[in-house]
């Protein structure tokens, strides 16, 4: 028995194994592999698989798997893929799983760039992709930062605006909104109705070269022919639909595309290899069938496809209304069963505040029994209080009669000791009125003190000078009148003859007095004079004893008796009592 082959199909959502015997055809690997995915529009898909030379090549249906140039390897890699495009997805793709496989390849077709998609296309198809994979947007669900880890645009899209991926994210995510209420299927549907208007979508390209040599490429897709410049795929510059192509050959690499009208010229192009034509013949008669198919009525087994899925779509329908209402009454009792839990939550809280009010009740009037109590004590002691507050109210009153009294009797006494303060104020002001007269006074005979004691030390001088100079004896008293008649005349020449004669009294010698005892007999009589004056005047003196304190400083000219003296000098100061001033003056003198 032969070995199995094992072989690894991908899908664009799945991988599939299989185990294959080396007689197995393409045909056979291909109905095994529709059948495990459930899809029935088959002619639009193929296997592919890369060849020993590393070039992407379709299975043939027709011959032995194990017979055809795959590379390799085990398990034999397959890849699942849509191989023809339809004209128009919404009419054509039948089978909800076909619309998948075509929008997942159209999309990785996108993304990979290798069909261009400008970008606000580019954002648009992202929206219904993501509405495709996370339905209806919901912001409690959908938090920022849901798309991040979602491969939605293409690079190219990326690197051209300079956004960074919250920003782009921002821009899908106002799209997502706008698609709220559709289907992933239909979101699907209008992803691959927006595709297929772009001019890349669904065209196999091959590289080829005119008579000339120049490059060129060749598109082939579900309409005909198209010749591009080497660097530009979106802008034809001939093309050949299928309605205008009579025929299709090729020789070696030479390819021939014959028109319909026979006067216009073949078109002819070389292809870098033989397989190359092979693929591109291929390409065409496959799209030419499906071209020509698309404009005669449907086979029954299309017919019966369409019936069903429309069954199956209007199944969906009222099954998405029964779900959306059945939500809706979910959500409705959801909403009313939170409702009721808010409002037994409410119940609960308002029953809790209710028991917190009653205990706090119960405790407020046991606090309010025990108030009440305490102020029936204190109103007890506010009555005691009060009478003994009564009583002394009348102590107070007849101590407040008493002090009335009192207030009276020394208002009265004030009245008086006013009057006396006024009085004596007066006898102040008198005072001090004669103590200033008296200061004056006192000034007044300090000065005549001083003067005093000058005209004191002046005339002690002039004693002094009388008591130590001897007086000259006195001239007869007959000569007189010639001494001054006499005096102005001759000052120079004097003499005078003394008669003794009819003199018989003439006293002795030793009984004449000298002028020294005669000073001595005077001082004498003074010193008694001045003592029997001493006491007289010192009792004036103290009696003015406020002049005598003043005079003090003058005082202390002389010694204790001297300083007696003076004062009964000063007392004896005037017109009257002068001859008494001089003596006084001239016993402190002599003392």
């Not at 459930?38 to 017979?67: A, N, P």
């Not at 999309?107 to 339905?135: H, M, N, R, W």
């Not at 299709?248 to 078109?267: A, E, G, L, R, T």
């Amino acid at each position: 028995m032969p070995k199995a082959v094992n072989v690894r199909v991908t899908t664009m959502d799945a991988e599939l194994e299989f185990a294959i015997q080396p007689s197995t055809t393409g045909k056979q690997l291909f109905d095994q592999v529709v059948k495990t995915i459930g899809l029935r529009e088959v002619w639009y898909f193929g296997l592919q698989y890369v060849d020993g030379k590393g070039y992407h090549t379709w299975l043939k249906l027709d011959k032995k798997v194990s017979s055809q140039d795959v590379k390799k390897e085990n398990p034999l890699q397959f890849k699942f893929r849509a191989k023809f495009f339809p004209e128009d997805v919404s009419e054509e793709l039948i089978q909800e799983i076909t619309q998948k496989l075509f929008f997942l390849q159209v999309k990785e077709s996108i993304l990979s760039d290798e069909v261009y998609c400008p970008p606000e296309t580019a954002v648009l198809l992202a929206s219904y992709s993501v509405q495709a994979k996370f339905g209806d947007y919901d912001k409690d669900v959908h938090r920022p930062g849901y798309l991040l880890s979602e491969r939605l645009l293409p690079h190219r899209v990326m690197e051209q605006h300079k956004l960074s991926k919250d920003q782009w994210e921002e821009r899908i995510q106002v799209w997502h909104e706008e698609h709220h209420g559709m289907l992933k299927e239909d979101a699907m549907l209008e992803y691959l109705k927006i595709a297929q208007d772009l001019e890349m979508y669904g065209v196999n390209y091959f590289d080829i070269k005119n008579k000339k040599g120049t490059e060129l490429r060749l598109g082939v897709d579900a309409l005909g022919l198209n010749i591009y410049e080497k660097d530009d795929k979106l802008t034809p510059k001939i093309g050949f639909p299928w309605s205008e192509i009579r025929n299709i050959s090729f020789n070696d690499k030479k390819f021939i595309i014959k028109p319909i009208d026979k006067k216009s010229p073949d078109f002819v192009f070389y292809a870098p290899r033989l397989r190359i034509n092979k693929r591109i013949l291929h390409l065409c008669m496959g799209n030419h069938e499906l071209y020509m198919r698309r404009r005669k009525p449907d086979t029954i087994e299309v017919q019966q496809m369409k019936a069903q899925a429309k069954e199956e779509k209007h199944q969906k329908q009222m099954e998405r209304a029964q779900l959306e209402n059945e939500k809706k009454k979910r959500e409705a009792i959801e909403k009313e069963k939170e409702q009721m839990e808010q409002e037994k939550q409410d119940l609960m809280m308002r029953l809790y505040q209710f028991e917190e009010k009653t205990k706090k009740a119960e405790k407020d009037l046991q606090d309010q029994l025990q108030r009440a109590m305490m102020l029936e004590q204190e109103r007890r002691r506010a009555e005691e209080e009060a009478a003994r507050l009564e009583a002394e109210r009348q102590a107070a009153l007849l101590a407040k009669e008493e002090l009335a009294r009192h207030s009276e009797q020394q208002k009265k006494s004030q009245e008086q000791l006013a009057a006396e303060l006024a009085e004596h104020t007066a006898k102040i002001s008198l005072l001090e009125e004669a103590k200033k007269r008296k200061e004056e006074e006192a000034n007044s005979w300090q000065l005549r003190a001083r003067e005093a004691q000058d005209d004191l030390i002046k005339t002690k001088e002039e004693l002094h000078n009388v008591m130590t100079t001897p007086l000259p004896p006195p001239p007869p008293p007959m000569y007189d009148h010639l001494m001054d008649d006499n005096s102005d005349d001759n000052a120079s020449m004097h003499s005078a003859d003394l008669h003794m004669d009819g003199i018989n009294d003439h006293r002795k010698e030793e009984d004449r007095l000298t002028e020294a005892e005669k000073n001595e007999r005077v001082q004498k009589q003074l010193k008694v004079k001045t003592s029997t004056s001493h006491s007289q005047s010192l009792a004036r003196v103290m009696a003015h004893s406020h002049l005598y304190l003043r005079l003090s400083a003058v005082l202390m000219i002389a010694d204790k008796n001297s300083a007696a003296c003076v004062v009964a000098a000063i007392q004896l100061n005037n017109q009257e009592e002068l001859p008494a001033f001089m003596l006084i003056c001239y016993c402190v003198t002599q003392h």
